[in-house]
């Protein structure tokens, strides 16, 4: 596993192409005294044909290339350690080992379409190694914090899959920000990622098909609704009151549930899109009905959208409610007026909570096929 002590030092002097944005791109090749047809074949090559080095990038003559990796410059950084894929295929999970030995996790979950065209196909994308926010049910959180993840690692997540799709003549549809990590506690990156994967000169996908989930950093969202963006945001509330809310995420204590929804009400003003809270169950902890009640009352007349989510168990003994009870507290919010939905369940036998696919590598303790890895992150 990775530290800043064993941080691999190529990434000192080489920038992989896939950080730069498509202006930045025009630069260098005017820095290069090149012509800027040059920057929109790279960029076709780099999103349309995912090439793994240079050397793939046919179209450029073999000058340029080996120009390009003078000055320092790469592509992609990430190795393939594991995939794991659903019975019915339409989940896949991957385990990615980027520089200096970090691993991460992705995730891609299909829908297939009722028309017969192509399925939707969203991809759960990991912001950092490891998260500081240690929410206790959480297999990210209890392995701690590593290390930020760069725009251009975020990008390759997506377009790791989008190759892997492509094969099967699919293609990425959708993208979250659900992965490992909090992704407004690595704010840039994940902006810079966000305006690659939206930019129609590189990977463009419409704003409006990317989610942003947060625990709750209060200015990362404030910043979010300032920018020229339209994504989707998502709270990951758990709880309707302050004191239920510490014991789930412990770093509660910089943000009230109140100031959550003011954030949220703020979010919408300024964007137009109306905010999903994300509403984590487990077992004994916050599943009651009259847990639900008090929620109901919380959200009422907000516009908001809850989305349960019957926890993953982890080894930290947090377990999923009975269907009954998740049934139960749907019933509660929905006659109160609230908006609610139960996340999907999806290739319950391989997708991991996040999280949990690394931690099982870490301690390759499991064989592949006997990992219990139950319902991925779903939107
Ligand atoms: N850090 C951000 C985004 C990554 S976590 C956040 O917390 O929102 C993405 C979602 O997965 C969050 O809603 C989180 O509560 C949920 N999650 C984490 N561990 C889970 C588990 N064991 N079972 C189900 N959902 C989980
Ligand atoms: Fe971090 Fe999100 Fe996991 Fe909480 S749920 S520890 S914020 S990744």
Same mark, same amino acid.
């Given at each position: 596993?990775?530290?800043?002590?064993?941080?691999?030092?190529?990434?000192?002097?080489?920038?992989?192409?896939?950080?730069?944005?498509?202006?930045?791109?025009?630069?260098?090749?005017?820095?290069?005294?090149?012509?800027?047809?040059?920057?929109?074949?790279?960029?076709?090559?780099?999103?349309?044909?995912? #090439?793994?080095?240079?050397? &793939?990038?046919?179209?450029?003559?073999?000058?340029? /290339?080996?120009?390009?990796?003078?000055?320092?410059?790469?592509?992609?950084?990430?190795?393939?350690?594991?995939?794991?894929?659903?019975?019915?295929?339409?989940?896949?999970?991957?385990?990615?080992?980027?520089?200096?030995?970090?691993?991460?996790?992705?995730?891609?979950?299909?829908?297939?379409?009722?028309?017969?065209?192509?399925?939707?196909?969203? @991809?759960?994308?990991?912001?950092?190694?490891?998260?500081?926010?240690?929410? @206790?049910?959480?297999?990210?959180?209890?392995?701690?914090?590593?290390?930020?993840?760069?725009?251009?690692?975020?990008?390759?997540? @997506?377009?790791?899959?989008?190759?892997?799709? /492509?094969?099967?003549?699919?293609?990425?549809?959708?993208?979250?920000?659900?992965?490992?990590?909090? #992704?407004?506690?690595?704010?840039?990156?994940?902006?810079?990622?966000?305006?690659?994967?939206?930019?129609?000169?590189? =990977?463009?996908?419409?704003?409006?098909?990317?989610?942003?989930?947060?625990?709750?950093?209060?200015?990362?969202? &404030?910043?979010?609704?300032?920018?020229?963006?339209?994504?989707?945001?998502?709270?990951?509330?758990?709880?309707?009151?302050?004191?239920?809310?510490?014991?789930?995420?412990?770093?509660?204590?910089?943000?009230?549930?109140?100031?959550?929804?003011?954030?949220?009400?703020?979010?919408?003003?300024?964007?137009?899109? /109306?905010?999903?809270?994300?509403?984590?169950?487990?077992?004994?902890?916050?599943?009651?009905?009259? $847990?639900?009640?008090?929620?109901?009352?919380?959200?009422?007349?907000?516009?908001?959208?809850?989305?349960?989510?019957?926890?993953?168990?982890?080894?930290?003994?947090?377990?999923?409610?009975? /269907?009954?009870?998740?049934?139960? =507290?749907?019933? $509660?919010?929905?006659?109160?007026? @609230?908006?609610?939905?139960?996340?999907?369940?999806?290739?319950?036998?391989?997708?991991?909570?996040?999280?949990?696919?690394?931690?099982?590598?870490?301690?390759?303790?499991?064989?592949? &096929?006997?990992?219990?890895?139950?319902?991925? #992150?779903?939107?």
């Amino acid at each position: 596993m990775g530290s800043a002590a064993s941080w691999h030092p190529r990434l000192d002097f080489v920038t992989d192409l896939f950080r730069l944005l498509p202006t930045e791109m025009d630069e260098l090749m005017v820095r290069l005294g090149l012509p800027r047809y040059r920057a929109d074949q790279i960029l076709r090559a780099l999103y349309h044909e995912s #090439p793994s080095s240079l050397a &793939d990038i046919r179209q450029l003559p073999a000058g340029l /290339r080996a120009r390009l990796e003078e000055e320092g410059y790469s592509i992609g950084s990430e190795a393939e350690v594991r995939r794991v894929m659903s019975g019915d295929g339409l989940t896949t999970k991957l385990l990615l080992e980027m520089a200096g030995g970090t691993l991460l996790e992705t995730v891609c979950m299909q829908y297939p379409s009722s028309d017969g065209g192509h399925p939707r196909s969203t @991809v759960c994308v990991s912001t950092q190694a490891g998260c500081a926010m240690g929410c @206790v049910f959480c297999a990210t959180g209890q392995m701690g914090f590593e290390r930020n993840l760069q725009a251009e690692e975020l990008v390759a997540q @997506v377009v790791h899959l989008a190759r892997i799709l /492509r094969a099967r003549n699919e293609h990425v549809t959708n993208v979250v920000f659900m992965g490992m990590g909090e #992704p407004l506690a690595n704010y840039k990156e994940t902006i810079r990622a966000v305006r690659l994967l939206t930019d129609p000169r590189a =990977f463009g996908l419409g704003q409006r098909s990317i989610t942003i989930s947060t625990v709750g950093v209060i200015s990362g969202i &404030d910043r979010l609704a300032e920018e020229d963006l339209q994504v989707g945001l998502a709270i990951s509330l758990h709880a309707p009151n302050d004191t239920l809310r510490r014991k789930l995420v412990p770093t509660a204590n910089e943000h009230s549930v109140g100031d959550l929804l003011s954030a949220a009400r703020r979010y919408f003003k300024k964007t137009g899109r /109306r905010v999903t809270f994300e509403y984590a169950m487990i077992a004994g902890m916050n599943d009651s009905p009259e $847990v639900a009640a008090e929620l109901a009352r919380v959200l009422r007349g907000s516009g908001a959208h809850v989305n349960l989510i019957p926890v993953n168990p982890t080894p930290g003994g947090y377990g999923r409610p009975p /269907r009954r009870a998740v049934l139960e =507290f749907e019933r $509660v919010l929905r006659e109160a007026g @609230v908006n609610c939905t139960i996340r999907v369940e999806k290739g319950t036998e391989i997708s991991a909570a996040c999280g949990q696919l690394r931690t099982t590598e870490g301690a390759r303790s499991v064989a592949v &096929d006997a990992i219990r890895l139950a319902g991925a #992150p779903v939107l």
